[in-house]
């Protein structure tokens, strides 16, 4: 979504750290900065609201404080900034209710009727329980990763809802899709960890499924999350970028799967183009763009 003129941004750089228990989450989230490439005029969209609620469980106080210190919404509404937002799009972090009806979910979702994008104080603790194989990635990598791919994802379901973006199929593929395809709009290192965190967290929810044979609601809109990790990487490898050959050679992405995604990749783009490209103000996604969001060293372990 983001890259070239005619793109569109709504992704999200965030920084955000966590207090004991989750030392690595904060390591992650410590070393993540947004150094702008020239001195530019803060920007700022007076249709998108934030609010930091304060959570019920004393656990969570310290991160309550913690990201308020950091200015996380605040970070978040500078890349949603470039969109022409009809309504006021509120941002907002709290401690969320438990779920048994969608246990395999992550806790960051869009709710049309109040038009708000929640990130729960929950979602910080599945975070930090991410372990990827060494030759994968780095925790930092996937703790990172993962976080802006699935606020990637709700901010392309608030566009769908508040655009009024026509969508064939189901929503959560649909914004699945405009997820990794604004994640590839950054530079290379933003890129590939935006995608392997995304791919991360499907394959951890996969894996849970499968280990504590959970039930799953078949029945459910939205596919498995092993097919939404593929839907993931294809869009990723069909995009052409050498940065993403090693998920077919490793086999992470089947060869089957890879001979028809750059197609994939193009669908997506021309929809993107059509539909949301004429409700973006280009002039400050150029601005957004020229926020140079990692530096090298950032995500080492």
């Known amino acids: 979504m983001y890259h070239e003129a005619d793109r569109m941004s709504t992704s999200s750089g965030l920084r955000m750290n966590r207090t004991v228990p989750l030392v690595i989450v904060a390591l992650a989230w410590s070393c993540i900065h947004a150094v702008p490439a020239a001195a530019q005029p803060e920007l700022r969209n007076p249709k998108i609201s934030f609010d930091y609620y304060e959570p019920r469980d004393p656990k969570f106080s310290p991160l309550y404080q913690r990201l308020q210190d950091r200015r996380v919404l605040e970070e978040l509404s500078k890349f949603l900034a470039p969109v022409k937002w009809p309504k006021t799009l509120r941002l907002a972090i709290k401690e969320c209710p438990a779920s048994s009806a969608a246990p395999q979910q992550p806790q960051v979702f869009y709710t049309g009727n109040d038009r708000s994008l929640t990130l729960c104080?929950?979602?910080?603790?599945?975070?930090?329980?991410?372990?990827?194989?060494?030759a994968f990635g780095t925790q930092q990598e996937v703790v990172v990763g993962g976080l802006l791919g699935i606020v990637l994802r709700e901010s392309a379901r608030a566009v769908f809802d508040m655009l009024q973006v026509p969508v064939l199929g189901d929503e959560g593929d649909a914004a699945d899709q405009a997820s990794a395809f604004t994640a590839l709009q950054f530079d290379d290192e933003v890129a590939r960890v935006v995608i392997k965190g995304t791919y991360f967290v499907w394959k951890k929810y996969d894996d849970e499924l499968t280990v504590d044979d959970r039930p799953y609601n078949f029945s459910s809109r939205s596919s498995l999350p092993k097919q939404r990790m593929y839907n993931t990487l294809c869009i990723a490898y069909g995009s052409g970028r050498t940065l993403f050959k090693n998920f077919v050679d490793q086999g992470d992405l089947i060869?089957?799967?890879?001979?028809?995604?750059?197609?994939?990749y193009r669908l997506v783009q021309a929809a993107f183009r059509r539909t949301i490209v004429p409700h973006v103000d280009l002039e400050a996604m150029k601005k957004v763009q020229s926020t140079k969001w990692l530096e090298p060293g950032d995500l080492r372990h």
């Open 255 to 264: 060869s089957t799967r890879a001979q028809n995604c750059a197609e994939e």
């Open 121 to 134: 104080y929950q979602w910080f603790a599945f975070l930090e329980g991410l372990r990827p194989q060494p």
